[in-house]
């Protein structure tokens, strides 16, 4: 998924280059390796067929430094709308 599109970003001196990845790629997730995100992670465990076991982390110091940011609303935002079609777009592959 093309995330940085000069539409997503706003100009590099007003954002960090995490601006909206609050929440790991889920596009881009596989079994077996944490998928990192600046304030959650997520591990997905399978072993043979099935999923045996999926874990959320929450990084408090990365949420903490989040939203401490004066543009947190926007990449939060930003965080959640990514979030969502990476969500609606794995029903149609």
Do not use: H
């Amino acid at each position: 998924m093309e995330t940085d599109s000069p539409n997503t970003r706003p100009p590099a001196d007003e954002a960090a280059d995490c601006f909206g990845d609050l929440f790991p790629d889920f596009s881009k997730l596989e079994y077996n390796r944490r998928a990192e995100g600046q304030a959650f992670d997520v591990l997905v465990e399978s072993c043979g067929v099935g999923v045996q076991r999926k874990t959320i982390t929450f990084k408090p110091e990365g949420w903490a430094k989040c939203a401490a940011s004066p543009k947190f609303d926007e990449c939060y935002r930003l965080s959640v709308a990514k979030l969502l079609l990476e969500l609606k777009l794995d029903r149609y592959t």
